[in-house]
């Protein structure tokens, strides 16, 4: 079965976003559980771009596709599972790159919605909190977007976020979006 293309961001409300990502429907890979049956000769840059065998995938069906069945084991490991056979998959950082995000309303009323580099649309909220870690290289913004997967947020959104940050008056800096404040500085 093909998988959809991914919605425009800016033609929809958050309103709109939130119905789309509640009613998105992804196979249930936490209640498979097939024998381990090795690695898959796949990985995932930190670019977002999805490997075979070295050879980026270039067809985005094919990537959304492998997106929904990429589960997050209790060590850290990353797997591509499904209900007879389970393969490791390298991530260099995270799964999923947020690369664009949308933003209703003001203050402690702010609502903001990210697209993945899959078409994913996911609303930060409580279930789906911003965190920032420090690395070598500054600061690195995640969006958990489910069962331990993450997003890492793309240099230009994170600039957005980062005005959105210093300018709203909190003290510490940080971020509401769906009654839920997250603290820029790293953790």
């Not at 990502?21 to 090795?38: D, F, I, K, M, T």
């Not at 919605?113 to 913004?141: C, K, Y």
């Not at 793309?154 to 997250?182: K, M, T």
Request: with cysteine; glycine share 8%; proline share 11%.
């Amino acid at each position: 079965m093909p998988m959809p293309p991914p919605p425009d961001l800016a033609s929809l409300s958050l309103a709109e976003i939130a119905k789309l990502a509640s009613e998105q429907r992804l196979p249930p890979v936490a209640s498979w559980n097939p024998e381990h049956c090795g690695h898959s000769d796949m990985r995932i840059a930190r670019d977002g771009t999805w490997y075979h065998q070295g050879s980026p995938i270039g067809r985005p069906a094919m990537v959304r596709l492998f997106a929904s069945i990429l589960r997050r084991e209790p060590d850290g490991r990353h797997v591509l599972v499904t209900p007879v056979e389970k393969l490791d998959i390298d991530v260099e950082d995270a799964p999923f790159v947020a690369v664009e995000m949308k933003l209703e309303g003001e203050g402690e009323a702010t609502e903001i919605a990210f697209r993945l580099n899959t078409g994913d649309l996911i609303p930060a909220g409580p279930d789906h909190a911003i965190r920032f870690e420090e690395h070598d290289d500054g600061p690195h913004p995640y969006l958990a977007v489910r069962g331990g997967l993450e997003a890492l947020i793309a240099r230009p959104v994170y600039y957005e976020l980062a005005a959105l940050a210093l300018n709203n008056g909190s003290d510490p800096a940080g971020i509401w979006s769906r009654c839920a404040f997250f603290p820029v500085e790293p953790a």
